[in-house]
T-cell receptor, first 109, second 113 residues
Framework: GQNIDQPTEMTATEGAIVQINCTYQ??????LFWYQQHAGEAPTFLSY????GLEEKGRFSSFLSRSKGYSYLLLKELQMKDSASYLC??????????FGGGTRVLVKP | EAQVTQNPRYLITVTGKKLTVTCSQN?????MSWYRQDPGLGLRQIYY???????DKGDVPEGYKVSRKEKRNFPLILESPSPNQTSLYFC????????????FGSGTRLTVV
């Protein structure tokens, strides 16, 4: 089976750093995805980790520890446009991408 | 431009009136999937298709049907919609079933009254 947990909501100040944690239990690990979703819009791909460690892409970085079933998304130099939901997802055995409930990030001036 | 096109974007309908939400992709992807998104429940898979004429149930298939007669199209059919199917629906396509490179459609907000 597949179970993915992430916090419901986080608030941070413009220019700051926020770390969104995601824990998962999966019967067949095949990588971990992060998506960004603005309200009412489609999710857009941010990152994909399949090996342990940190992957950096500009202001966004994603980390994975397979032994701990843990990932995080790090958003640096927060901007107002980063206010959105961030979805952690992992492919499960059974041909689907399973999503966590999403973390809503609110960036304040 | 590579994209997944869903129609309509918004739909209000009445209980029991059959409807179809269309989904089309121009990337020659084999894998397509439908999700619904509800507050507090996240994205949940309804049906998926691994190729033409190959479809299977996801986590919440009750009340829905799909078909995959052509590679590019994957319509979602609600034969007799009910108010609990009021939701935001997303179609997605991908090169593979593991989800790498998932591209989502822009969504269909359905209200059943």
């Amino acid at each position: 089976g597949q179970n993915i947990d992430q916090p419901t909501e986080m608030t941070a100040t413009e220019g700051a750093i926020v770390q969104i944690n995601c824990t998962y239990q999966t019967s067949g690990f095949n990588g971990l995805f992060w998506y960004q979703q603005h309200a009412g819009e489609a999710p857009t791909f941010l990152s994909y980790n399949v090996l342990d460690g940190l992957e950096e892409k500009g202001r966004f970085s994603s980390f994975l520890s397979r032994s701990k079933g843990y990932s995080y998304l790090l958003l640096k130099e927060l901007q107002m446009k980063d206010s959105a939901s961030y979805l952690c997802a992992s492919p499960a055995a059974g041909n689907k991408l399973t999503f966590g409930g999403g973390t809503r990030v609110l960036v304040k001036p | 431009e590579a994209q997944v096109t869903q129609n309509p974007r918004y739909l209000i309908t009445v209980t029991g009136k059959k409807l179809t939400v269309t989904c089309s992709q121009n990337m020659n992807h084999e894998y397509m999937s439908w999700y619904r998104q509800d507050p507090g429940l996240g994205l949940r898979q309804i049906y998926y298709s691994m190729n033409v004429e190959v479809t299977d149930k996801g986590d919440v298939p009750e009340g829905y049907k799909v078909s995959r007669k052509e590679k590019r199209n994957f319509p979602l059919i609600l034969e007799s919609p009910s108010p609990n199917q009021t939701s935001l629906y997303f179609c997605a396509s991908s090169l593979s079933m593991t989800g790498y490179g998932y591209t989502f459609g822009s969504g269909t907000r359905l209200t059943v009254v």
